[in-house]
């Protein structure tokens, strides 16, 4: 079974706050995703990487950056929380059939962060 | 710029076949259409992907006319653990780009 795990179910953090969600997959995945989850708006793209040491912006890169070091590692990183940036965090990882293709992605259990 | 629309949510009875329909205009022609399911405090989870006709595995089946600008995903004989989030996701065309385009999500509520 793949498996992706995340650092941390839930987390509070302090407005200013650097902040690193980390996120590991065990089925050597080429591709990596991070995405938010707010009520009433869905999934939300904020980064993916198609290889090590790659990275894409997604739908709402702003006041986030990642980190691709190792293939199954991805990590997110809040530079300066914000209580704007309050929600659920999604990683995924997927083969690479072509990094747009509706491919099977398997989701961690996500990290629910709240600034305060 | 495309988009998916699905119902907010859906009520049902346990023993009913479900169906959930997602319109997606401008996907993109080789790409396939995907379903997912979410129970709360947890990731969502794969349940079935095709590209035309119909699909059908363990758990449900897929639907998708010719013209590809919608899919419906049927759950036969719903029961109580069926109650859940249902997205659908597809890559569209953006442009020069293709983008990975997820509906809003469909919360089920099965009832006793």
């Known amino acids: 079974d793949v498996k992706v795990t995340q650092s941390s179910r839930y987390l509070v953090k302090r407005t200013g706050e650097k902040v690193f969600l980390e996120c590991v997959q065990d089925m050597d995945h080429e591709n990596m995703f991070w995405y938010r989850q707010d009520p009433g708006l869905g999934l939300r793209l904020i980064y993916f990487s198609y290889d090590v040491k790659m990275k894409e912006k997604g739908d709402i890169p702003e006041g986030y950056s990642v980190s691709r070091e190792k293939k199954e590692r991805f990590s997110l990183i809040l530079e300066s929380a914000s209580t704007n940036q309050t929600s659920m965090y999604l990683c995924?990882?997927?083969?690479?059939?072509?990094?747009?293709?509706?491919?099977?992605?398997?989701f961690g259990p996500g990290t629910r962060l709240t600034v305060l | 710029l495309a988009k998916t629309t699905q119902p907010i949510s859906m009520d049902s009875y346990e023993g009913q076949e479900v169906n959930i329909t997602c319109s997606h205009n401008?996907?993109?022609?080789?790409?396939?259409i995907t379903w997912y399911q979410q129970f709360p405090s947890q990731g969502p989870r794969f349940i079935i992907q095709g590209y035309k006709t119909k699909v059908t595995n363990e758990v449900a089946s897929l639907f998708i006319p010719a013209d590809r600008k919608s899919s419906t995903l049927s759950l036969p004989r719903v029961s109580l653990s069926d109650t859940a989030v249902y997205y659908c996701?597809?890559?569209?065309?953006?442009?020069?780009?293709?983008?990975?385009?997820w509906g809003l999500g469909t919360s089920l509520a099965v009832n006793p």
């Open positions: 996701l597809v890559a569209a065309n953006a442009g020069n780009n293709r983008k990975l385009i």
């Open positions: 995924a990882s997927s083969t690479a059939l072509g990094l747009y293709d509706a491919d099977t992605q398997y």
């Open positions: 401008n996907i993109a022609t080789n790409d396939y």
